[in-house]
């Protein structure tokens, strides 16, 4: 069920974003769903138009849903359900960014130097003590 937040500080487009990539990484929503047409989600949500499209949009850029013309709105098939919750988790990441005022442009360097710092306090823990 398709929810909309007045009081969240998330625009609806992206609470609609969300929902959706969190339906099709949790596998509620399958490969080949049919989505309800924009104009029709709009009405139910009692959203504008654009604001649902621009939420489709979003997810078509980030591989979840692929449109085919008059035929409508589809669940892309995106690979296995492991594969959806890392893209789901990776999503996440870029909102919470966005959200901290962070540059996209930075994510790929931040998440290099955590991994880096993880790798390292891992290997560090597998070191035999020399006593």
Sequence with gaps: MLRIDSESAAP???QLRAQFAAAIASGE?????????VR???GDLGLAPNTVARSFRQLEVDGLIETRGRLGSFVAATGDARE?????AALLYL??????????GDAEPILRAVLARTAR????LEEPSHA
């Design 29 to 37: 929503l399958a490969p080949g769903t049919r989505l309800p047409t």
């Design 12 to 14: 609806p487009f992206e």
């Design 84 to 88: 959806r919750g890392a893209h789901e």
């Design 121 to 124: 306090s891992q290997s560090a």
């Design 95 to 104: 909102q919470r960014l966005r959200d901290l005022g962070v540059d996209e």
């Design 40 to 42: 029709r989600l709009a």
